[in-house]
Structure formats: structure tokens, C-alpha cells
């Protein structure tokens, strides 16, 4: 079994090609890793078996009042309403539906780019040290590569009041997740930037006084900056393009250092 975590691209498309079809077992055995390795790569590019799909309807569905309290009281995502009870976000949304709950719609997150140079010292400090810039990968059909790119910008803290307080300086939307190394399912809080427009007026603001993260920072912005050059004249649907692809290797690469 191979001992290093790296992906080649030829191992991801075989993985997006017969995740279907094969067992993680199988996939496993044609690729020389292990199950847990198969798996793992699985779930972050966000390749569900099917027939784990016919397992959500099965579970109980949570009462009214609980899910007010968390969709309209807590402002929590459908997508983390799904963490929380293990089923997927399209069952998420049919609960809302069938207790005619207003399902809101999506926010859009704003940047305050008016920031003292105090402001931005202490943000991009705060980013260097505990924060992400990053792009991953899901399964993308109508892509040549059959996969899509997403970005993440993000401050990220244990404690929402720091957060919230963040929040009123910056902007951005707060979400909640939970830690991945936490046996204890402890829940965090990271304020993210919803469209690449505030994502990259928030990263030209800092990136002059990053340290740790300045080539990350410096490849984001002009990888944002190619892909809404290509959608002013190609639509939202423009293809994604083989620069940018290369820039986003490269961010992952320099992830793992």
C-alpha cells in the first residue's frame, strides 16, 4: 500500500470514474491504498455511493420546533443542518418544505474593504496563523475533468462572540462546522466570503502584510481575478481554465508544506 497522501490526476479520475460501480475495496486494490485512504478521498471531493443515498429517508425526521431553532433562530445552513442529523442537504430541504418553513435565500456576504492599516496587519496575522485560503475539489459532470473547483477564504475561531466581533469589522458570513480531528464532534466558527468578489477585495486588503500565507494569498487573488474575467465574457458556466487549474495545484501543493 502506498505510504504518501498525494493524488496523482490520473488517480482522481479513475476514483471519479468508478466510485459507483467498485467497492472502496476494489478501488483500493486497482490503486494500491488503503480503504480508509479510498474513503477519505471520497468524501472530500464529495463522491456519495448511491446506494447510500436510499438511507436518508429512513432516518426520523426532527420535530418543527427544532429545526426552526436552528434554520431560523441559529441562522444555520441547510448544509449544516445535514451534518448535524447525518442525512444530505436535498433532505434538509424537504423537511423544510413539508413543515412549511420559508426557506431564505442565499446570502450574499459583503466585504468592508475601509479598513486602518492597524485593521489589516492584525487580520492578516490573525489569517497567517488561524485562518484558510484554499481550493477543493467535487465531482463536476459537465467539466472535461469531471471535476470543479471550490475556494475558501476563511477566518476560523472555537469561540463565536470573537467571531461575531470580527463579523462587525469585516463583514462576511458566519457558519459553523465541525473540527474533522475531533472525537468530541466540537463545533467551530469561521467567517467565509460568499461570492469572489468580497473574497478578493478581503485578500488585496491583507495580503501586503501576510507572511505565511502570502503565496497563497497572492495565487488566489489572481486566480479570482481570471475566473471573473472569463465569466464577464463567457457567463457563469464558462469552463474552467488550464492557468487556472495550475493555480489551484499549486495553492493545494503549498497547503501541504
Given at each position: 500500500?502506498?505510504?504518501?497522501?498525494?493524488?496523482?490526476?490520473?488517480?482522481?479520475?479513475?476514483?471519479?470514474?468508478?466510485?459507483?460501480?467498485?467497492?472502496?475495496?476494489?478501488?483500493?486494490?486497482?490503486?494500491?491504498?488503503?480503504?480508509?485512504?479510498?474513503?477519505?478521498?471520497?468524501?472530500?471531493?464529495?463522491?456519495?455511493?448511491?446506494?447510500?443515498?436510499?438511507?436518508?429517508?429512513?432516518?426520523?425526521?426532527?420535530?418543527?420546533?427544532?429545526?426552526?431553532?436552528?434554520y431560523l433562530e441559529e441562522n444555520k445552513t441547510?448544509?449544516?443542518?445535514?451534518?448535524?442529523?447525518?442525512?444530505?442537504?436535498?433532505?434538509?430541504?424537504?423537511?423544510?418544505?413539508?413543515?412549511?418553513?420559508?426557506?431564505?435565500?442565499?446570502?450574499?456576504?459583503?466585504?468592508?474593504?475601509?479598513?486602518?492599516?492597524?485593521?489589516?496587519?492584525?487580520?492578516?496575522?490573525?489569517?497567517?496563523?488561524?485562518?484558510?485560503?484554499?481550493?477543493?475539489?467535487?465531482?463536476?459532470?459537465?467539466?472535461?475533468?469531471?471535476?470543479?473547483?471550490?475556494?475558501?477564504t476563511s477566518l476560523i475561531s472555537k469561540h463565536?462572540?470573537?467571531?461575531?466581533?470580527?463579523?462587525?469589522?469585516?463583514?462576511?458570513?458566519?457558519?459553523?462546522?465541525?473540527?474533522?480531528?475531533?472525537?468530541?464532534?466540537?463545533?467551530?466558527?469561521?467567517?467565509?466570503?460568499?461570492?469572489?468578489?468580497?473574497?478578493?477585495?478581503?485578500?488585496?486588503?491583507?495580503?501586503?502584510?501576510?507572511?505565511?500565507?502570502?503565496?497563497?494569498?497572492?495565487?488566489?487573488?489572481?486566480?479570482?481575478?481570471?475566473?471573473?474575467?472569463?465569466?464577464?465574457?463567457?457567463?457563469?458556466?464558462?469552463?474552467?481554465?488550464?492557468?487556472?487549474?495550475?493555480?489551484?495545484?499549486?495553492?493545494?501543493?503549498?497547503?501541504?508544506?
Open positions: 500500500m502506498k505510504v504518501n497522501n498525494f493524488w496523482t490526476g490520473n488517480e482522481i479520475n479513475y476514483l471519479t470514474n468508478n466510485y459507483e460501480d467498485l467497492t472502496d475495496e476494489e478501488m483500493g486494490k486497482a490503486l494500491g491504498r488503503s480503504i480508509p485512504s479510498i474513503r477519505g478521498k471520497r468524501h472530500y471531493l464529495g463522491l456519495v455511493k448511491k446506494t447510500n443515498r436510499g438511507q436518508f429517508s429512513k432516518l426520523p425526521k426532527p420535530p418543527k420546533e427544532k429545526l426552526d431553532e436552528l441547510p448544509y449544516r443542518i445535514s451534518q448535524i442529523f447525518h442525512v444530505s442537504k436535498q433532505t434538509v430541504y424537504r423537511w423544510l418544505r413539508e413543515y412549511n418553513i420559508p426557506i431564505k435565500r442565499p446570502y450574499t456576504s459583503y466585504t468592508n474593504i475601509n479598513l486602518s492599516e492597524t485593521q489589516k496587519a492584525y487580520l492578516a496575522g490573525y489569517l497567517d496563523g488561524d485562518g484558510s485560503i484554499t481550493i477543493g475539489m467535487h465531482k463536476n459532470k459537465r467539466s472535461k475533468r469531471n471535476l470543479g473547483l471550490h475556494y475558501e463565536k462572540w470573537f467571531i461575531e466581533e470580527l463579523h462587525k469589522i469585516i463583514g462576511g458570513k458566519i457558519q459553523s462546522f465541525i473540527y474533522e480531528d475531533s472525537r468530541s464532534k466540537k463545533e467551530g466558527y469561521k467567517i467565509g466570503f460568499c461570492n469572489q468578489t468580497s473574497a478578493l477585495a478581503f485578500l488585496k486588503s491583507v495580503t501586503p502584510y501576510l507572511i505565511l500565507k502570502k503565496k497563497q494569498a497572492e495565487l488566489m487573488i489572481k486566480f479570482l481575478e481570471n475566473r471573473l474575467e472569463a465569466r464577464r465574457e463567457g457567463g457563469n458556466n464558462v469552463i474552467i481554465s488550464d492557468e487556472s487549474w495550475e493555480m489551484a495545484h499549486e495553492i493545494r501543493r503549498l497547503n501541504r508544506l
